[in-house]
């Protein structure tokens, strides 16, 4: 079964900062991988998404990578502020499973000013 | 455009009702999911339809789970007798079809939720 982690579970920074979250499978067989915006009591925005062809994409201040080998996201946001504070999760689809995203526990973030 | 909406938002049963949720996906959206997230989880997939085919429902958790979509637009999920451990949020997405595609390559849009609270 596919694990998914995510690291750090919680984050709290000051205005500005650039930030990192870290996404990790157990099966690194991705086809596509999503970032998801979690806001309280909300559904999920999706933020990012990376094919299977790709590496990386970037919509302004975000920038997620891929690393098929080792089965690992990387979440870049760049000069956070206030309205960045959400819950981020990563989910991936693998080859077998026809498009069944694998959703890991989240990072929730606070950007405080 | 519109996205994905579901109905009700919120819903609370008593243990053993049984409770029907409902979500319409993004117009022209083949693929339609439907997964629960548990309080402070990721949501976990339950079920997945093509048109109105289940193509996959491996994920439902027991037999009072049921999904259709009969007209391969709106979608059902219904849970029978109610438990307590069914308490969650019932979150449903759609995708666009790539031609001649596999859906894992396609983009999923979620939907707000539905709250379900069984006392």
């Known amino acids: 079964k596919q694990e998914v982690t995510q690291i750090p579970a919680a984050l709290s920074v000051p205005e500005g900062e650039n930030l990192v979250l870290n996404c990790s499978f157990t099966?690194?067989?991705?086809?596509?991988l999503q970032w998801f915006r979690q806001d309280p009591g909300k559904g999920l925005t999706s933020l990012l998404l990376?094919?299977?062809?790709?590496r990386e994409q970037t919509s302004g201040r975000l920038n997620a990578s891929l690393d098929k080998s080792s089965g690992r996201s990387t979440l870049y946001i760049a000069a956070s502020q206030p309205g960045d504070s959400a819950t981020y999760l990563c989910?991936?689809?693998?080859?077998?499973?026809?498009?069944?995203?694998?959703f890991g526990r989240g990072t929730q973030l606070t950007v405080w000013p | 455009g519109a996205g994905v909406s579901q109905s009700p938002r919120y819903k609370v049963a008593k243990r053993g009702q049984d409770v029907a949720l409902r979500c319409d996906p993004i117009?022209?959206?083949?693929?339609l999911f439907w997964y629960q997230q548990a309080l402070g989880q990721g949501p976990e997939f339950l079920t997945y339809f093509q048109n109105e085919a289940q193509l996959d429902k491996s994920g439902l958790p027991s037999d009072r789970f049921f999904a259709e979509r009969p007209e391969g637009s709106v979608s059902t999920l219904k849970i029978q007798r109610t438990q307590q451990e069914d308490s969650a949020v019932y979150l449903c997405a759609s995708s666009y079809p790539v031609a001649g595609g596999s859906p894992n390559y396609n983009e999923q849009f979620f939907g707000p939720g539905t709250r379900l609270t069984v006392l």
């Open positions: 990376i094919q299977s062809s790709q």
């Open positions: 989910a991936g689809s693998i080859g077998s499973t026809l498009g069944r995203l694998y």
């Open positions: 117009s022209g959206h083949v693929s």
């Open positions: 099966d690194s067989a991705i086809y596509n």
